[in-house]
T-cell receptor
Framework: DQQVKQNSPSLSVQEGRISILNCDYTNSMFDYFLWYKKYPAEGPTFLISISSIKDKNEDGRFTVFLNKSAKHLSLHIVPSQPGDSAVYFCAASGIRVNAGKSTFGDGTTLTVKP | DTAVSQTPKYLVTQMGNDKSIKCEQNLGHDTMYWYKQDSKKFLKIMFSYNNKELIINETVPNRFSPKSPDKAHLNLHINSLELGDSAVYFC???????????????FGSGTRLTVV
């Protein structure tokens, strides 16, 4: 049972436009949600997180939105830049879920075209 | 100065061999993890240690044995390697924070294990 899902394996956007990456989860006990970016041959790098008590968190060009009733979160990147091209993983974590470890989605490959 | 370093970066070995992957973090974090990324790119937790104590042990064959000599190191030893063990193995560390923010994991660059 995959508790965190990213249904779009890939996304292509034009430089300067908005990139929207989506993630759905099934377990309502998750307390935190995180986004990571991964370049080839490197480990994932933490981008931004949001607590389940919030519905929005912003950090520069990156904003994460959380809709708890829909069990859905999204990452918005504005404006998108070619250097944003990478695989993006969402993850969910909770003290009451799996001893607090993060459960990852299977990633969305973002390509930003110049 | 690398925050989470794993060695080796690449490992090619024959079936049946025993091999180890080493991980070290210099961030002062109290929790370390091993994740496996399979051919479908899915990141799956294997083990977690907090201050040298095993706190998560997922359904992993007992051929895989983690060892944490201190809270800055978490090594992974694999006995009797099988073809299905081929994957990228990531070490990560984190500091559990109170409050409403979660800093996320710091990952190493991964070890690509190929069993032939």
């Amino acid at each position: 049972d995959q508790q965190v899902k990213q249904n779009s394996p890939s996304l292509s956007v034009q430089e300067g436009r908005i990139s929207i990456l989506n993630c759905d989860y099934t377990n309502s006990m998750f307390d935190y949600f995180l986004w990571y970016k991964k370049y080839p041959a490197e480990g994932p790098t933490f981008l931004i997180s949001i607590s389940s008590i919030k519905d929005k968190n912003e950090d520069g060009r990156f904003t994460v939105f959380l809709n708890k009733s829909a069990k859905h979160l999204s990452l918005h990147i504005v404006p998108s830049q070619p250097g944003d091209s990478a695989v993006y993983f969402c993850a969910a974590s909770g003290i009451r879920v799996n001893a607090g470890k993060s459960t990852f989605g299977d990633g969305t490959t973002l390509t930003v075209k110049p | 100065d690398t925050a989470v370093s794993q060695t080796p970066k690449y490992l090619v070995t024959q079936m049946g061999n025993d091999k180890s992957i080493k991980c070290e973090q210099n961030l002062g974090h109290d929790t370390m993890y091993w994740y496996k990324q399979d051919s479908k790119k899915f990141l799956k937790i294997m083990f977690s240690y907090n201050n040298k104590e095993l706190i998560i042990n997922e359904t992993v064959p007992n051929r895989f044995s983690p060892k944490s000599p201190d809270k800055a190191h978490l090594n992974l030893h694999i006995n009797s390697l099988e073809l299905g063990d081929s994957a990228v193995y990531f070490c990560a560390s984190s500091q559990i924070l109170s409050g409403t923010d979660l800093a996320g994991y710091t990952f190493g660059s991964g070890t690509r294990l190929t069993v032939v």
